[in-house]
């Protein structure tokens, strides 16, 4: 779907207000007005609140699901696969925090094939998180831990960066990902 300037600018500010206030307390007239336009001109670039939700949520799961399919089928270490998995979330926040805000408390919201088709990228997704820490735990990269407390801990730390990242926006990204990279790799004792 050919995203227009004017729909980029309607999914920016509906994001920030779902964000706000969550989406079920959002209508299309509170995002018109986000805008300062008439509820009516914004029907004439987007159908439907669930129209701009799907836009905002599935965008950023492809984003998550191909750059994960990359990073599983790299010829690197168990350890660097992770270093890349962090590096990925601390882009998509920096970058984006308000979708990411939406991506994980108003994806419920989806409707039908939306929200199956998600689903499935966000199982898939932890699947291939599995795989890495499982291949690094065989090839003694990783401690033989609990695999779903590693894969539990690292995964709520990254999907959370956004509700942080807005108190520390001071943060260098190259700071923030060395810094995330050696707790979450090596604990911080």
């Known amino acids: 779907m050919k995203v227009t300037e004017r729909k980029s600018e309607i999914i ?6 779902f964000r706000e206030k969550g989406y079920s307390a959002i209508t299309m007239r509170d995002i018109a007005q986000a805008m300062d336009i008439k509820a009516a001109s914004l029907y004439n670039h987007i159908k439907s ?3 701009i939700l799907v836009l905002i949520i599935i965008e950023i799961a492809e984003e998550f699901t ?12 168990s350890i660097e696969k992770i270093k890349k998995v962090i590096h990925l979330h601390i882009d ?6 308000d979708a990411l805000a939406c991506l994980n408390n108003d994806w419920m919201h989806l409707e039908d094939k939306d929200l199956n088709y998600f689903l499935k990228m966000r199982t898939d997704y932890e699947e291939n998180f599995r795989k890495i820490v499982k291949q690094g735990i065989a090839s003694e990269q990783i401690k033989n831990l ?3 407390v590693i894969i539990f801990s690292t995964l709520s730390t990254l999907r959370t960066l956004y509700l942080w990242y807005n108190k520390a926006k001071s943060l260098n990204d190259k700071v923030l990902k060395n810094d995330l990279e050696e707790i979450l790799l090596k604990g911080i004792v």
């Open 12 to 17: 920016t500010i509906a994001s920030q207000l």
């Open 49 to 51: 609140k669930q129209e």
């Open 66 to 77: 191909t750059v994960m399919n990359q990073i599983v089928s790299s010829e690197v270490s």
């Open 92 to 97: 998509i926040t920096l970058r984006n925090p």
């Open 146 to 148: 609990n695999q779903e």
